[in-house]
Each structure stands twice: as structure tokens, then as C-alpha cells.
């Protein structure tokens, strides 16, 4: 379930299955179809139109974070060798929790999962630093001098096809990562903002938030401070699929989640999803989207896509649907 827009990523869906050797979120006791709500239809019609976006007055990292925590998140993601998942796996949960477990280093092993649904073959680890940018430095000054961990780094290398990392900033309406109850799965949603609207976004979900707490879902809320900016990750956890889908149709049959995803489309790239039945209800905002892909087979833009593109990539769309 991968999502994409046409010509760039925008927003993307991973469901996390944790490693083994027990549920994500370890910290050391620190820190088919939907029912919409009445005026479903009424919201998603107002998202066609242009909103206003008001420009902000201070940093996102003032104005978003918790003050009082004082906490940097680094996210990896580590694109692996098929044949070498399962080594890769071992050698990572014999290394890594034992960094978690040294209290000699400021540093907390939020999450350890492989993507289960979305890119496969892929790793994603969440680690927290306790006391911000001189936690972080701290702790890779002594990784340095880490053998086993100089080691660990050489042996991994052999394993990975590619890697990217990203330093991120908690919102501060978010609920602290902390330990919980499993075995569970794990939803991260990304999502790429356009440029200037991350206080907005903000502002939106600190008033959304609430909709999405019934069944203890919402983990965490964090944006990019270095790295790829614009980015905003939210991580769920869910009993399971199905539990998934319940806690979402609840969602949208609360009067008031409708205007989160109202604003939502806003400020966020619009995407299709990456399945075999595409609503409509995205489609039908297919003309907001300046579509680049050069290809002269339309059938084939909407299969991969989601979109049809027009002969040759002009963006003329050819049918009713794509209109």
C-alpha cells in the first residue's frame, strides 16, 4: 500500500512487523468501505478550492516541539539485500539493544521493525536522544570508539543495498513514544508537506488528534528538522489488521475527523493509492496535481500510478474519470 504522486513521493504507508524478540517502543520506562460523517461530502468539495495559508512567525522547532523534553528522534531507514534480511536481522538484536541498555549512552531504541506492507525488504529504527543535539553528539563521539559496534557497522555494510536517515523533532501534541502491551503492528505514514505549512499542519492535528485515541493508537507525531525537510511521520499501532480497520471507520464517524482530512489535502501533496481499486474520491483531485511523468501509455500511468497522464506525458486528461 504504497503511496504515490504523480511525478514525486508524497505520502507514504508502511505497516511495521516488529523484530524479534518483543513489541517495538522499548524505552527504558521514559519516555472496503468507510463510514463518513454528514458532512463528508461537503468537506472533501471545499478542499477543491484555494486556502490561504498564513506564514509563520518563528521556527517550526519553537513552535511545534515539546519544550519541556528536550528529546531528538533520528529515524533509519535500511534498504536490504533480500538474501541477507534474515542476517541482517540477527546481527542487528544482537547489537543494537545493548546501546539501548547502556546507560552510558543518551540514547533509547524507540522502535525496531521490518516494513511488512510498503517498500519490502526494508529495516526502520527509531532511536530517541535524551537532551537534544549535544546527546546526539555525545553518543556518536563514543560509538567511535566502540569496537563492536566499528565492527557491527563493517559487517552491515555488506548487507545493505542502501540507506537514509532523518532527524526529527516531536510535536508536542503528540503522546511520548512509551512501552505498550503487544504483539502489535505498526502504521508509518509520511507525508511530504508543501513548503510553509508545517504550522498548520500542526495547528490542525493538535485539534484532530483526539479523534484517533479511542483504542490507544497514536504513538507518535514527529517532522523533520535535518535531513529532508517538510516531512512529517505518524506512527499507529494496531492489535492487528483488522482492529486497523475498525479504529479507522470509527475515525470517520465522528463528527470533525472529516475536517482534519479536509485540511490535510491542503497542505500535503496529493496522492492515489498504490492498490488495485483507486477511489474516487482522490481521483477527482487528480487536476490539482501537475503530473511529469513522460509516458505514452495512459492505461499503464493509472495502473502504476493512479493517475491517467495523457499521450506523451502532456497531462491532458482522457477520460471522464480522470477529468
Not at 80 to 101: F, G, I, R
Amino acid at each position: 500500500m504504497a503511496t504515490w504522486a504523480c511525478g514525486m513521493p508524497a505520502r507514504r504507508l508502511l505497516l511495521l512487523a516488529a523484530l524479534r524478540g518483543g513489541d517495538p517502543c522499548l524505552a527504558r520506562g521514559s519516555g472496503g468501505g468507510r463510514d463518513y460523517s454528514k458532512d463528508h461530502e461537503s468537506s472533501w468539495f471545499r478542499s477543491l478550492f484555494v486556502h490561504k495559508v498564513d506564514p509563520r512567525k518563528d521556527a517550526h522547532s519553537n513552535l511545534l516541539s515539546k519544550k519541556e523534553t528536550n528529546h531528538l528522534y533520528k529515524i533509519q531507514f535500511h534498504n536490504v539485500k533480500p538474501e541477507c534480511l534474515d542476517a541482517y536481522n540477527s546481527l542487528t538484536e544482537q547489537v543494537l539493544p545493548k546501546l539501548h541498555s547502556d546507560s552510558d549512552y543518551p540514547c533509547d531504541l524507540v522502535g525496531n521493525w521490518n516494513t511488512w506492507y510498503g517498500e519490502q525488504d526494508q529495516a526502520v529504527h527509531l532511536w530517541r536522544f535524551t537532551g537534544g543535539y549535544p546527546a546526539l553528539v555525545d553518543c556518536m563521539n563514543k560509538l567511535k570508539q566502540n569496537q563492536e559496534y566499528l565492527e557491527f557497522r563493517k559487517e552491515r555494510s555488506k548487507m545493505l543495498l542502501s540507506r537514509r536517515n532523518q532527524l526529527l523533532l516531536e510535536f508536542s501534541f503528540w503522546n511520548e513514544p512509551l512501552p505498550r502491551p503487544g504483539p502489535n503492528i505498526y502504521e508509518l505514514r509520511t507525508y511530504k508537506l508543501k513548503p510553509g505549512t508545517m504550522i498548520e499542519w500542526g495547528n490542525n492535528w493538535a485539534r484532530a488528534i483526539k479523534y484517533r485515541q479511542e483504542n490507544q493508537e497514536a504513538v507518535g507525531g514527529f517532522f523533520s528538522q535535518i535531513g529532508e525537510l517538510y516531512i512529517v511521520h505518524h506512527l499507529w499501532a494496531y492489535r492487528d489488521l483488522q482492529s486497523r480497520e475498525e479504529t479507522r471507520n470509527a475515525a470517520w464517524r465522528k463528527r470533525g475527523w472529516d475536517e482534519n482530512v479536509y485540511y490535510t489535502v491542503y497542505v500535503s501533496f496529493l496522492v492515489a493509492a498504490d492498490t488495485a481499486s483507486i477511489p474516487r474520491n482522490l481521483l477527482q483531485f487528480h487536476n490539482m496535481i501537475k503530473c511529469t511523468i513522460p509516458s505514452s501509455d495512459p492505461l499503464k500511468d493509472y495502473a502504476d500510478y493512479g493517475c491517467y497522464c495523457g499521450l506523451g506525458g502532456s497531462g491532458t486528461p482522457v477520460d471522464e474519470l480522470d477529468k
